[in-house]
């Protein structure tokens, strides 16, 4: 089925669709890994937005969903150049196409990739909206009015739940987690107990745990809507129980901190942005799926593209932009799981 692509701009962007036949409404940004389209589709950090994958073919290894990152798609939809429908892999268990169907994920694909992420590059993020009758000025506007709102709480756990078992306890707090993390914690002897976005500091504290893990999670840090968060999180850190944030949960942590965040012209989405250690000067791959950053003088990583906070390290707590439990990698940073563990560990001694 033709459909169209209709960018804020004015510009429209002529292709076929796949998955869902909906029209839907979005922030597109794009990301640059060339495998995980998978643990890209299922991130919730992508909620509210299309997502624009560089890499051409998308589907050749089909769907696992051993390597799912959420039960669902929070995305908005998913624009391709050519999807791949008869994926050839022993772990497979269906197509892209089906997968997107199931899910109620519009899909778009022929058009040209590669000028609208050079268009992004360019301009910066840009809203867009994909249908299936020639675009009309209501439709741009509808592109024009679009924002991501409530991020968080859409895609928050609403229980309590745990993972795992041993001799450390770890309270997450859940901002749209990926499951890499809790999973990351288990595999080190850590019980992990996840919590919805808004429980209290005090019901947390109440598991006595030796560490608190700040998870990922969508839209601008700066929002109104996390104020919330961030008091809770100040009371966490009142406590002084070792933490670790993770992406939002890194730029969530600076703001109760007294730092602040900005908006990235296009942002870090993909699995080969190269990050500065700057206590040893070694750069490591990372992989990363953010839109803002947060200012800061004393960084302890930086984006070596373009020089913005991957990280800061506040003593017994720290947090980092990208994710050192990539899956599917790269790996490179994973160690900080297990500084994370050293620090639990000396907590209180």
Not at 308 to 331: I, K, W
Request: glycine share 12%; with cysteine; net charge negative.
């Amino acid at each position: 089925m033709t459909a169209y692509l209709i960018i804020e701009n004015g510009k429209i962007m002529k292709g076929e669709s796949f998955g869902s036949h909906s029209e839907v409404t979005g922030e597109i940004v794009f990301t640059t890994g060339m495998t995980g389209y998978l643990e890209t589709l299922t991130d919730p950090s992508y909620y509210g937005q299309m997502i624009l994958q560089t890499f051409p073919l998308i589907g050749n290894y089909g769907v696992i969903p051993e390597d799912f990152e959420s039960a669902g798609i929070s995305a908005k939809a998913y624009i391709v150049r050519q999807p791949c429908n008869e994926p050839s892999n022993f772990r497979s268990e269906g197509a892209i196409d089906a997968f997107l169907k199931e899910r109620g994920i519009t899909g778009l694909y022929g058009v040209d990739t590669r000028a609208l992420t050079k268009l992004i590059r360019t301009v910066g993020v840009l809203r867009g909206k994909i249908t299936f009758t020639p675009p009309t000025e209501d439709d741009l506007a509808e592109v024009r009015g679009y924002s991501v709102k409530n991020a968080v709480a859409a895609v928050s756990s609403r229980t309590v739940t745990k993972i795992g078992e041993g001799p450390r306890r770890v309270a997450l707090m859940d901002f749209g987690a990926k499951c890499g993390i809790a999973d990351s914690l288990a595999a080190r002897g850590c019980e992990v107990w996840s919590f919805p976005h808004d429980t209290a500091a005090e019901k947390m504290l109440q598991i006595k745990p030796d560490g608190f893990m700040l998870s990922n999670g969508p839209g601008n840090p700066a929002d109104q809507a996390n104020a919330g968060i961030v008091e809770t999180i100040g009371a966490v850190l009142q406590s002084r129980v070792p933490v670790f944030g993770i992406c939002l949960g890194h730029q969530l942590m600076a703001l109760a901190k007294g730092y602040t965040t900005q908006k990235l012209k296009f942002g870090h989405r993909g699995a080969n942005q190269p990050v500065k250690d700057l206590s040893t000067g070694r750069v490591y791959i990372t992989s990363q799926n953010h839109g803002y950053s947060v200012i800061a003088e004393d960084s302890s990583f930086i984006n070596v593209n373009d020089g913005t906070c991957e990280g800061l390290d506040y003593g017994d707590s720290f947090s980092v932009q990208f994710h050192p439990e990539a899956r599917g990698g790269p790996l490179d940073t994973g160690f900080l799981f297990d500084i994370f563990i050293k620090r639990m560990d000396s907590f209180g001694k």
